[in-house]
């Protein structure tokens, strides 16, 4: 193994583990053709925040220092995408080298949930209700600052970052989280590639491409953006 992509799986930060997303991290791996490590992080409420930051970054570290900076990748859905992002801040923060490249599915990013599509997509987001998210990141925090921005990523300094692709299904009351993403990370200067998908829900890559064809595609591209940046 000369490469490899450090996957971190959603869940609200209070579910979730290898087994659940097992098949994703299988598509991702044969669509980029390198090996994606899939971490369990520990989970709140038992290990509240930043615990997952921790072990995420432990993990990047690890890769890092075994494969070299721009072989290593990170991605990660919903939770995930978010924790992916502050991984990244965590290890610039510590002076760490940085993965080449950055892939978020439907991130998690702003845990204020205060942007407007969290009511004007409450009615066609199928999957997802704030209500439930206000509990699991009231357990995540456990009195933490939802605005921290190891924590909610929008609120960081993102000078610096890697190359960043944002996946997101229009109908989700999570869209939000990626379009301010995608803006604020743009003004730092970072190289960002925005998909918003059409009549797509809430992490809808992980879906059977048998059952939602976009899935397929997504996870294609998904492969093709992380290829494209590992040397």
Do not use: C
Request: glycine share 10%; charged share 20%.
């Amino acid at each position: 193994r000369t490469h490899a992509v450090l996957y971190l799986h959603g869940g609200a930060y209070t579910v979730g583990s290898l087994n659940t997303h097992r098949a994703l991290g299988g598509r991702l791996a044969i669509a980029t053709g390198v090996a994606v490590v899939t971490l369990d992080y520990r989970l709140a409420p038992e290990h509240p925040f930043p615990a997952a930051v921790e072990d995420a970054a432990s993990a990047l570290a690890e890769l890092v220092g075994r494969f070299g900076a721009d072989h290593v990748a990170i991605a990660g859905d919903s939770a995930g995408g978010g924790l992916a992002v502050a991984t990244v801040l965590l290890a610039r923060g510590r002076g760490q080298a940085l993965p080449a490249a950055v892939a978020t599915i439907s991130p998690w990013a702003d845990l204020t949930h205060t942007h407007e599509t969290h009511t004007t997509k409450a009615d066609v987001d199928p999957w997802v209700a704030t209500e439930v998210l206000d509990v699991s990141a009231a357990d995540y925090l456990a009195g933490a600052e939802a605005t921290d921005p190891l924590a909610s990523p929008v609120f960081a300094d993102l000078a610096g970052l890697p190359p960043l692709r944002i996946d997101v299904g229009d109908r989700e009351v999570l869209l939000g989280d990626s379009l301010v993403l995608a803006e604020r990370a743009r003004a730092a200067g970072v190289a960002v590639d925005l998909h918003e998908w059409p009549e797509m829900i809430h992490v809808f890559p992980a879906f059977p491409g048998e059952l939602v064809p976009e899935a397929d595609a997504a996870v294609a591209a998904i492969g093709a953006f992380l290829r494209g940046h590992l040397a």
